[in-house]
């Protein structure tokens, strides 16, 4: 089993809809959690941290479920420049575990 | 903005010859990480260190691969001899230290082919 497992999608959505991600980790002594965004062939980039009490930026919402190891992201009216691979991250010790990614496609 | 540079940014080689890639982490940056990331997957932690020293380099195929960062500030990261199955992105991330909570910075990667 892997240790962050996400659905690869892709997710294909129309403009200003609203979607969400899912992703689950295995290991319960996991400290922090993070999404990343990553465009087609760039670099991970932070998108961000994830809180027990579940946090917002703009349209992006994060939760964390830590008796069911269990991480969402949810984008409100999706735009165009959504469009990349959402990584699930989970940092045990000293180290960063990534998801292989969910791909979200956003059309007009 | 300050960023963590990689070079070169693709490299196509031979399998069985040697490849190396360089990092250089944001200034200041005491932590630094090799990720490799094949396509279709997340990237995977090959090694890290702090400052000149090995930290964890426990999924480094340390058979064929090796990495330095002597002066604790840029790395190498060499491959010898390259195999088909090491065509993949090799990304370097730098970090102000090794907190939990520290966001992890990434370079542009080097996309390697192996032929």
């Known amino acids: 089993r892997k240790e962050v497992e996400q659905d690869p999608g892709p997710f294909n959505v129309p403009e200003g809809a609203t979607v969400a991600f899912n992703c689950t980790y295995s290991?319960?002594?996991?400290?922090?959690f993070f999404w990343y965004r990553q465009d087609c062939r760039k670099e991970p980039k932070l998108l961000m941290s994830v809180y027990s009490s579940g946090n917002e930026d703009g349209r992006f919402t994060a939760q964390l479920n830590r008796a069911s190891q269990y991480i969402s992201l949810l984008i409100r009216d999706s735009k165009l420049s959504d469009s990349a691979t959402y990584l699930c991250v989970v940092r045990g010790g000293n180290k960063l575990v990534f998801g292989a990614g969910t791909i979200l496609r956003v059309k007009s | 903005e300050a960023e963590v540079a990689q070079s070169p940014r693709y490299k196509i080689t031979e399998k069985s010859q040697a490849v190396a890639f360089w990092c250089d982490p944001i200034?200041?940056?005491?932590?630094l990480y090799w990720y490799r990331q094949i396509l279709g997957q997340g990237p995977e932690l090959l090694v890290q260190f702090q400052d000149e020293s090995v930290v964890d380099d426990s999924q480094l195929p340390k058979d064929r691969f090796s990495a330095e960062r002597l002066k604790g500030v840029d790395s190498t990261l060499k491959i010898q001899p390259a195999e088909l199955g090491d065509s993949a992105m090799y990304l370097c991330?730098?970090?102000?230290?090794?907190?939990?909570?520290?966001?992890?910075?990434f370079g542009p990667g080097t996309r390697l082919l192996v032929l």
């Open positions: 290991n319960s002594a996991s400290q922090s």
């Open positions: 991330a730098s970090s102000p230290g090794a907190a939990f909570q520290e966001t992890q910075y």
């Open positions: 200034s200041g940056h005491a932590t």
